[in-house]
């Protein structure tokens, strides 16, 4: 089955159709401030209503309360929810509130970093294995990638996607190496950080279908 891909960090109309148009299954809104890919509730809201129905709409938080959320959910009318910095029992807690596609994001260095994967079992249906990203920096987006040949081998509790570091010309040998059916990207497409790339996108689309 080939692989898909969701375009991340989305914040402008003209990007969020390239990624339509190029076949992304998902697209990412990010509600994190420090992010320079966050963007507002009501700008949220603009670029959901212009998703079609067969792409799905995943917020991007980090440790996120309640309110945050609710505010999220509704104005990007979420249909799954990406969670960094949150323990089981929070990711768990929020799948059960809100109903919705829990993705957990496990950053990972080193073979040991993925023994906390299957504690997400039960609390998540997704696992997303992110490049882990150096202390007081952003636990996302920052263009790094780990040691693909740590996933060799194991045996994966959870469905899940792969990000960290990705872009249009190592994409293809991403997925060969590791067998992701979802890859992740963000800082790949970009011209500046949280400047999506209309023509980056396109590539990295087009490279993640063989094409």
């Known amino acids: 089955m080939p692989a898909t891909a969701k375009i991340c960090g989305l914040s402008t109309p003209d990007t969020l ?4 148009a190029g076949g992304a299954s998902h697209v990412g809104l990010v509600f994190f401030p420090p992010s320079p890919r966050d963007v507002s509730f009501e700008r949220a809201a603009m670029l959901a209503a212009r998703v079609p129905a067969h792409v799905a709409r ?6 996120p309360d309640d309110e945050v959320l609710e505010r999220a959910v509704a104005a990007g009318r ?15 807690a929020i799948r059960a509130r809100f109903g919705l596609e829990t993705w957990a ?38 263009g790094l990638r780990f040691d693909w040949t740590l996933l060799e081998g194991f045996r994966h509790p959870l469905p899940w996607a792969l990000s960290g570091g990705l872009d249009a010309g190592n994409v293809a040998e991403a997925i060969g190496r ?22 980056r996108i396109a590539a990295f689309l087009r490279a993640v279908a063989g094409k």
Request: aromatic content about 4%; charged content about 20%; proline content about 6%.
């Open 17 to 20: 159709e390239a990624a339509v």
């Open 105 to 142: 994001a496990l950053p990972v260095r080193t073979r040991a970093d993925l023994d906390a994967a299957a504690s997400y079992r039960g609390a998540a249906d997704r696992l997303l294995y992110d490049a882990k990203t150096p202390e007081g920096g952003l636990p996302g987006g920052m």
């Open 178 to 199: 590791t067998g992701a059916g979802l890859v992740d990207v963000s800082s790949g497409v970009e011209s500046a950080p949280g400047v999506k790339d209309a023509g």
């Open 78 to 92: 979420l249909g799954a929810v990406q969670l960094h910095k949150v323990t089981p029992q929070r990711a768990a």
């Open 58 to 63: 995943v917020g991007v938080f980090v440790d």
